[in-house]
């Protein structure tokens, strides 16, 4: 077995939960392999990670690993993991979202928890699509795009899911593709790292369904996509905006010293017992 | 000996659930303003961060109880308070509670609906609600003060039963008992029976964080200490794995329904006031049962024999309570403050001949000992 195979299956529930329900080639296995190796070169003891999500197919993903482990109600992952991390400020507490998940029915959760800033890592696997119902449109989904609730043409427009982030407040953005793999592993560590609310989303296919209406090709080929339409932050910089009208930027978008919610909490603590005062 | 003086205090019955979750645990604390409720967030974001708790504000009631839940997971005890509105948006993570089996106490000050209603007008027509508002079958346990000072008794309770039987607890309160100041006596420490979750003392590997006990309640692990479980709103088997398989199904439901139902006895609270020789007999809750006390001494003055049932839990229904009553009485009123929520319930159970007559008041005002005592006089 390969280093890197001996490594994903120190932390899979592979007697328990395999095999999993995601398609043959969908991205999400590639980011769970980020995911998996950023933990471990972050040496976090596996007792310490609790991986929240919500529903859909990135929300399957907590049963396939070995941590605390909890599958939420669709669009609230964020809820929950704001009151496992103010009632036990030592876990490392790390939620992990569809793009239907987390902007359209969690939008709300979403802003709030990034203005708090709240020390936890969202993870947002953007896959244009709501991939676990059959492929319907969601607020990630670009303009003139087929789903199966847009079969003539999307006339919505999409969110920008990183950029939206960096403007609710969060203290550390990034966004990476599953082409990008090493990037997304270095990005998943900064974001752990991070004090505070820290973002990463993920570009990601549905290739069954999404790319599959919009004649987009195969995974493989959509992997491609994600290739030729990202562009460093460092090379966005170089180029003007109408060089970047199809292109989507990747790379750190912020990185910011902002006090998290909890420590700005334990100076409420301190004023309520007359420690210190305000 | 001589007795202790205990504690005495003039409380709104919003202070008292404050109190009596305190006194019961209660350390985590997520909400979202609205009346009647709000004083409970309003003392506890005082509180709480004084006893190294945690009060937090959330964007909705969804977010409120989310928070509650993920708190709870870590062992922390925990709360959240609304009203009708907020009780409506709550009731998705209420299912996940339930099917989780994460105990966590909800406060709903009733207020006229549907909608927005009445925000500040006593009402009790959240009784259906609270009992089958989120979907899927589920049991729960419902628990309604009539007086400041059980609000404080209740609210301990709420959070012991919540922790005994690893199911969220509801304390169903109207807006009369929640803004009323009564004088209460808050017993010492020692005197107040606090119950812990039971928690789990074998090694991880052995840990099977679903899987049935005697008494249906399986041990439960805080997260982030070695039992490293998974947990899941989808229907799980024992190990707390999502299942399609019938035969795990089947047995799981069952579970949930047998751990209230067995252990049923441990979860009736009410009071029989004058009911061993009454011809009439009243059933009522919240502060309806105080109208009804009063219109009990009335009509007894007048030579009436009534007598009242008083309900503190609401739900599991009790039942044996109900049948003991009509064993004497063969008519049974029930007063409340909705078109017939537990009048229903009454008739359902009773088996025999009994005339079970009605007042249902939704006019956004109380039901007065006067109109208790008309009815009395109508049906005798
Ligand atoms: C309250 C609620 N509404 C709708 C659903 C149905 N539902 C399940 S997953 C999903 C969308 C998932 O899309 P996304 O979040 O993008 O995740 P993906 O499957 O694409 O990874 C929806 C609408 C639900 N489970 N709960
Ligand atoms: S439906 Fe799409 S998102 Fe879901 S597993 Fe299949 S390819 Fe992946
Ligand atoms: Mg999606």
Redesign the pocket.
């Known amino acids: 077995m390969a280093e890197i195979t001996k490594l994903i299956h120190k932390y899979l529930r592979h007697d328990k939960k395999f095999p999993h329900?995601?398609?043959p080639?969908?991205?999400?296995g590639i980011m769970l392999g980020a995911l998996i190796r950023a933990i471990d070169s972050s040496g976090y003891d596996k007792d310490d990670i609790v991986l929240v999500s919500g529903i859909g197919?990135?929300g399957r993903l907590p049963v396939y690993v070995d941590f605390n482990t909890l599958h939420t109600t669709h669009g609230r992952a964020l809820t929950f993991a704001t009151g496992i991390k103010l009632a036990k400020p030592r876990l490392k507490v790390i939620v992990v979202m569809g793009d239907g998940d987390a902007i359209a029915i969690g939008g709300n959760h979403f802003i709030h928890a990034a203005r708090r800033n709240i020390d936890l890592t969202s993870i947002i696997v953007n896959?244009s699509?709501y991939?676990?119902t059959g492929?319907q449109y969601s607020p990630a989904t670009p303009y003139g795009m087929k789903t199966t609730t847009s079969m003539y043409s999307n006339v919505e427009h999409d969110f920008k899911i990183a950029e939206l982030a960096v403007t609710a407040g969060a203290a550390f953005v990034g966004r990476g593709t599953v082409y990008h793999a090493k990037l997304l592993d270095s990005l998943f560590e900064k974001a752990f790292h991070k004090a505070g609310f820290s973002v990463v989303e993920v570009i990601?296919?549905?290739?069954?369904?999404?790319g599959r209406l919009n004649r987009m090709g195969s995974a493989v080929e959509m992997m491609e996509w994600q290739r030729d339409h990202a562009v460093t932050v460092e090379k966005a910089r170089q180029m003007k905006s109408d060089e970047l009208q199809d292109k989507f930027v990747i790379g750190v978008l912020v990185d910011r010293e902002l006090p998290p919610y909890e420590e700005e909490y334990e100076k409420v603590r301190k004023w309520a017992k007359g420690v210190d005062k305000k | 000996m001589k007795k202790k003086k205990r504690k005495e205090l003039l409380l709104q019955g919003n202070e008292a659930i404050v109190e009596g979750a305190l006194k019961a645990g209660c350390r985590f604390f997520a909400g979202y303003p609205i009346t009647p409720a709000t004083e409970i967030s309003e003392i506890l974001s005082v509180k709480l961060p004084k006893v190294d708790g945690t009060f937090i504000q959330m964007e909705d009631e969804i977010a409120s109880l989310g928070a509650v839940i993920g708190a709870s997971l870590t062992g922390t005890k925990s709360m959240t308070a609304t009203s009708g509105p907020g009780f409506s948006l709550m009731q998705e993570n209420l299912g996940f509670a339930i099917i989780t089996e994460i105990p966590c106490v909800i406060v709903d000050a009733m207020r006229g609906g549907p909608s927005t209603g009445l925000p500040t007008s006593p009402s009790q027509s959240d009784v259906m609600q609270a009992r089958w508002g989120t979907h899927g079958d589920h049991p729960i346990i419902v628990l309604c003060p009539s007086t400041v000072s059980e609000c404080f008794t209740l609210t301990i309770k709420a959070f012991n039963f919540s922790e005994r039987f690893r199911n969220p607890v509801i304390l169903l309160v109207d807006e009369v008992v929640a803004h009323m100041r009564e004088k209460i006596a808050i017993p010492d420490d020692e005197e107040i029976e606090v119950f812990n979750r039971v928690k789990p003392t074998v090694p991880p590997e052995w840990y099977i964080p679903y899987q049935d006990t005697p008494r249906g309640v399986p041990p439960m692990a805080d997260f982030g200490e070695g039992y490293r479980y998974h947990v899941t709103g989808l229907t799980h088997d024992i190990r707390g794995f999502p299942t399609s398989r019938p035969d795990e199904i089947d047995p799981f439901i069952r579970r949930l329904f047998r751990k209230i139902s067995q252990n049923f006895g441990e979860m009736q609270i009410g009071e029989f006031f004058m009911t061993d020789d009454a011809d009439i007999s009243i059933v009522a809750y919240g502060c309806v049962a105080r109208s009804a006390k009063r219109a009990v001494i009335d009509a007894r003055e007048r030579g009436i024999k009534v007598g009242l049932l008083k309900l503190n839990t609401i739900w599991p229904f009790m039942r044996t309570a109900v049948e003991k009553l009509v064993a004497k009485s063969k008519i049974v009123i029930v007063p409340e403050m909705n078109m017939g929520q537990i009048s229903r319930e009454v008739k359902r159970v009773i088996k025999s001949d009994v005339k079970v007559f009605t007042i249902n008041k939704v006019d956004s005002t109380i039901i007065t000992p006067e109109e208790i005592w008309a009815r009395i006089k109508e049906v005798s």
């Open positions: 329900v995601w398609c080639g969908c991205g999400i197919c990135t896959n699509v991939g676990m492929g990601s296919h549905c290739h069954t369904q999404y």
